[in-house]
């Protein structure tokens, strides 16, 4: 079957009663998409940031529908992001509608702002420890403290299990763990009518940056803080098991149009990390360098702003290259070196 256009994908979608908000949020990635089911119960999965801009919007676009904040029945969360969870807590106090999410990550979003407090002291080592000068880390601190209000915490009514069966009126959604993009993503998959609500899973017109974060299991105050997760590690393998899905024809993504061609774009996606892990390893046989040094050889000077995502991408295919034994670890004191492994020279 040819890919269909993405008008195509959401009037089918819609046919289907899944209709797209999209609303604008504070960041660079620009509008989230939040879908609106309307099934008993009416059922919204995601919400926006914690914003007036983003509720207005919201609003609007229910009433578009002739709907209310208030009818909603159901919230379903597809990851911890702030851009998809901030306005939950008021749509759930406003409606009184249950929220449900993955099961593991019911506990962060319950404790929201000492989670990201965790998160924040968890970046800071990760980046100390991969050659982030003080400079940069203070002012990233600083900008994610500035960020933290278009999220708020949110109490979890219904924890989902992977793998389990989440029953509207009219449809199933097979409740599915995605880890990579971030710890806690889910994907929704109605298989009668091979749809899936992919959230930042997979991602037309951005490759989703695996983000290395906290585990969602670690304790707030571990000291010292918990081992670094292989976050593009876990996001390749569940590239792979999405590419697996032969009973999928739409994925709804949490920003920009439906993907329709799911294995296509895997695999273009898989190529350009062997590309990415390839470019690495052939700085490294020049000499070890920090996963920083990495970043500014591929990309120079970055944003600040940018500077954790790129320590992450890097950091992910280094993670990629010494599982493949062609790169190691070096420690020197607080700082880890990459280098190429002897004797596997390409
Ligand atoms: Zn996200």
């Known amino acids: 079957m040819s890919p269909r256009p993405p008008a195509d994908a959401l009037a089918r979608a819609a046919g289907h009663g899944v209709h797209r908000l999209a609303l604008p949020t504070p960041f660079a990635v620009g509008l989230v998409n939040t879908y609106l089911i309307e099934d008993d119960p009416l059922t919204l999965l995601d919400s926006g940031p914690n914003s007036g801009t983003a509720l207005d919007a919201l609003e609007t676009a229910l009433a578009a529908r002739g709907h209310r904040v208030e009818d909603l029945g159901l919230i379903v969360i597809s990851h911890q992001h702030m851009d998809h969870l901030g306005l939950v807590s008021i749509l759930a106090r406003r409606s009184g509608a249950e929220v449900a999410a993955l099961d593991a990550l019911a506990p962060w979003a319950a404790r929201y702002a000492e989670g990201m407090e965790a998160d924040d002291a968890f970046a800071n080592s990760v980046m100390t420890e991969h050659g982030i000068p003080q400079d940069i880390r203070l002012a990233l601190l600083a900008v994610s403290q500035s960020y933290r209000h278009w999220g708020a915490a949110s109490t979890v009514t219904r924890p989902l299990a992977d793998g389990c069966d989440l029953t509207l009126r009219d449809r199933t959604l097979r ?119 990495v970043a500014q050889e591929l990309w120079g000077n970055v944003a600040v702003t940018q500077a954790y995502l790129t320590l992450s991408e890097v950091l992910g295919h280094a993670d990629l290259l010494v599982a493949d034994g062609r790169v190691v670890e070096q420690r020197d004191g607080e700082v880890v070196r990459f280098a190429a492994a002897q004797g596997r020279g390409e």
């Open 175 to 293: 409740v599915l763990h995605r880890p990579g993009h971030s710890p806690s993503d889910t994907i929704f998959h109605d298989v009668q009518r091979r749809i899936v609500l992919g959230a930042d899973h997979l991602i037309e017109r951005i490759s989703s940056n695996p983000l290395i974060s906290r585990p969602l299991d670690a304790p707030l105050d571990a000291d010292p803080p918990p081992a670094r997760p292989h976050a593009l590690v876990s996001y390749l393998a569940s590239l792979r098991a999405t590419r697996e899905m032969d009973d999928v024809d739409i994925i709804l993504p949490g920003h920009g149009d439906p993907v329709t061609d799911h294995v296509e774009l895997i695999d273009e996606r898989l190529r350009m990390h062997d590309r990415r892990a390839d470019k690495i390893h052939r700085l490294l046989a020049e000499r070890p360098l920090t996963a920083y040094e």
